[in-house]
């Protein structure tokens, strides 16, 4: 008889590093301007959830965490899709655009983790949002890399 162990409930994605990712952006949306009730009215979710993930780290639902994707932006679903390996570029985008679009998504990944390394370290506080900007870094620029299909 087989015995089931916490080990086989994870999946390919872990909980843990969408809910880390969720909370950084969230707090980065926060830092941004949002406000619970704002992001709240523009996903569709209550602000007392979109708290919950941000303050508790609660585990979002695949279409929470895809609904406060869409509402801030690329550079954000692209950090969701970087979990599996993937990056987004919305099909009405003419090709051009998208690498320069790119280079500018780019740029705010690298900010992020220069901020936090600014004072030659990357401290506890630091980790989790320095990571998500490793990660989503990596997803944006994929598609230039000969693993992602430059040319």
């Known amino acids: 008889m087989r015995?089931?162990?916490?080990?086989?409930?994870?999946?390919?994605?872990?909980p843990d590093r969408v809910r880390l990712l969720v909370q950084g952006l969230l707090r980065g949306a926060q830092a941004s301007g949002w406000t619970d009730d704002s992001l709240g009215a523009a996903t569709g979710l209550s602000a007392r959830r979109i708290k919950s993930y941000r303050v508790e780290g609660k585990e979002p639902s695949l279409s929470a965490a895809l609904s406060i994707g869409v509402v801030l932006g690329t550079s954000a679903i692209n950090g969701l899709l970087a979990t599996i390996g993937y990056v987004a570029r919305p099909l009405d985008e003419a090709e051009d655009a998208c690498v320069r679009m790119l280079a500018a998504d780019a740029m705010g990944h690298l900010a992020v983790i220069a901020r936090n390394a600014a004072d030659g370290r990357i401290d506890?506080?630091?980790?989790?949002?320095?990571?998500?900007?490793?990660?989503?870094?990596?997803a944006t620029v994929l598609p230039l890399a000969s693993a992602g299909g430059a040319a």
């Open 3 to 14: 015995v089931d162990t916490s080990a086989d409930e994870i999946g390919l994605v872990s």
């Open 124 to 138: 506890h506080t630091e980790e989790a949002e320095t990571r998500l900007a490793a990660d989503a870094l990596i």
